[in-house]
C-alpha cells in the first residue's frame, strides 16, 4: 500500500528565502507526482505534475524535483513571498486511478 | 469560469438523516472523485469514477454512496449520516488521461451531530 510522507509538518521562514519541501513515497512504481497548494477553507490548486520519466519540473519559482529509486520528490520555492503561505500538499499517482496524498507542510512567510 | 462547483459549501446533519453533495465540472472531464480531508488524516478517497455509467469505489467508501448518469454530474449520497462523516469533502476531475491534472471544487463542509 502506497504511503505518502511529507516533512516537515510545518516551516516557517523569513521572506525572501529560498525553501525546500520534502515528499517521500514508499512505492515507487507510481505513473506521476503532484504538487498542490492550498489556502485555508479553500480547495486545492494542482502547482507541478512530474511524470514517472521524468526528474522535474518548473514554473516561476517553483522547482519540482523527482527520484523514484529513492522513493522521494521536493518542491524549491525561490525568494519566498507572504503570498506563498499555505499549505502545499504531494500525491503520488499509482497504477489504479488513486492519488495518495501526504498530509502537507504547512507553510507561512514572514514579512 | 470553467471548473468545479461543489453544493452545498456548508450543511449541519443529525445523525441517521441522509443528504447528498452535489458537484458538477463543465470541462468535459471524463474522470471525477470525491475525497475527503480530516486533520491529521489528509485527504483520502471516497469514489471515484472514469465515466458515465462507471463507478468504483476508493480507500473509504463505507457509508457513501455515487452514481454518475451523466459526464458532468457526480453526486455524493450519504445514506444514514454519522457523526464519523463529518468531514470536509472535495470533487475533483481531470481528463480521460492520468497524466492530467486534478482540479478540484472548493469543497463542502460537513457536520454531523
Known amino acids: 500500500k502506497q504511503e505518502v510522507t511529507q516533512i516537515p509538518a510545518a516551516l516557517s521562514v523569513p521572506e525572501g528565502e529560498n525553501l525546500v519541501l520534502n515528499c517521500s513515497f514508499t512505492d515507487s512504481a507510481i505513473y506521476n507526482l503532484q504538487w498542490f497548494r492550498q489556502d485555508p477553507g479553500k480547495g486545492l490548486t494542482s502547482l507541478l505534475l512530474?511524470?514517472?520519466?521524468?526528474r522535474e519540473q518548473t514554473s516561476g519559482r517553483l522547482n519540482a524535483s523527482l527520484d523514484k529509486s529513492s522513493g522521494r520528490s521536493t518542491l524549491y520555492i525561490a525568494a519566498s513571498q507572504p503570498g506563498d503561505s499555505a499549505t502545499y500538499l504531494c500525491?503520488?499517482?499509482?497504477?489504479?486511478?488513486?492519488?495518495?496524498f501526504g498530509k502537507g507542510t504547512k507553510l507561512t512567510v514572514n514579512p | 469560469n470553467a471548473g468545479v462547483t461543489q453544493t452545498p459549501k456548508f450543511q449541519v446533519l443529525k445523525t441517521g438523516q441522509s443528504m447528498t453533495l452535489q458537484c458538477a465540472q463543465d470541462m468535459n472531464h471524463e474522470y471525477m472523485s470525491w475525497y475527503r480531508q480530516d486533520p491529521g488524516m489528509g485527504l483520502r478517497l471516497i469514489h471515484y469514477?472514469?465515466?458515465?455509467?462507471?463507478?468504483d469505489q476508493g480507500e473509504v467508501p463505507n457509508g457513501y454512496n455515487v452514481s454518475r448518469s451523466t459526464t458532468e454530474d457526480f453526486p455524493l449520497r450519504l445514506l444514514s449520516a454519522a457523526p464519523s462523516q463529518t468531514s470536509v469533502y472535495f470533487c475533483?476531475?481531470?481528463?480521460?488521461?492520468?497524466?492530467?491534472?486534478?482540479?478540484f471544487g472548493a469543497g463542502s463542509r460537513l457536520t454531523v451531530l
Open positions: 475533483a476531475s481531470r481528463g480521460q488521461f492520468v497524466a492530467n491534472v486534478l482540479t
Open positions: 512530474i511524470q514517472s520519466s521524468q
Open positions: 500525491a503520488a499517482q499509482g497504477g489504479s486511478e488513486k492519488l495518495v
Open positions: 469514477s472514469v465515466g458515465a455509467g462507471i463507478t
